[in-house]
């Protein structure tokens, strides 16, 4: 198989699959190494751009996705008849942010740095898929410990944590980095629902 068609084979994986597919996979696929599907990929994000297909491609941490180009998305919404969501409020966002930046944490850990209860919260985020359980801590009870997800990173317009805003100095409390957050998300927040 060329070069050509291993990127026509490539989009087709990407698209039958609908969730992202971790480089390491993707060698596994194409029996390349890292750097020869890195190439594929390249050649792909490449045709995509050129051919304005309406479709991108997504680098979520060491995965890839196929996604709609945002400049399209009015257009997807009217032929799916979506509905917007409500927007997060600012109680959302700032545990979201405890999240994003402590990951894994429990909720215990979460309502400890906000100072009330954060169960309604947590399930939102949950259900909106921003925020997924990572498994237990080994202590008595065994809580369970959470992190974001995937979509997380698409909705914020990021490819992985290392690209969220800086923690800003001491004096600055959860609420300052929530707002930051917010600001920085809800746009995209919104066009993604």
Do not use: W
């Amino acid at each position: 198989m060329n070069r050509e068609q291993k990127i026509s084979a490539l989009f087709s994986v990407l698209f039958a699959c609908g969730e992202p597919i971790s480089i390491e996979r993707l060698c596994e696929v194409f029996d390349e190494k890292p750097e020869g599907v890195e190439k594929i990929v390249n050649g792909l994000k490449k045709r995509l751009e050129e051919q304005q297909l309406g479709v991108m491609l997504l680098t979520l941490e060491n995965t890839y996705q196929l996604a709609t180009d945002e400049n399209y998305a009015e257009y997807i919404k009217k032929a799916l008849d979506l509905r917007r969501r409500t927007p997060l409020s600012p109680a959302a966002f700032e545990v979201l942010s405890v999240v994003a930046y402590n990951q894994p944490v429990t909720k215990s850990f979460v309502e400890q740095v906000r100072g009330v209860d954060c169960s309604g919260v947590m399930t939102t985020l949950i259900e909106k898929g921003l925020i997924e359980e990572r498994g237990r801590l080994e202590l008595p009870g065994r809580p369970l410990l959470y992190g974001t997800t995937k979509n997380f990173l698409r909705t914020f317009g990021i490819s992985d944590l290392s690209e969220l805003p800086k923690l800003p100095d001491e004096d600055h409390t959860v609420n300052d980095v929530g707002e930051q957050l917010s600001i920085e998300g809800t746009e995209k927040l919104g066009e993604e629902e």
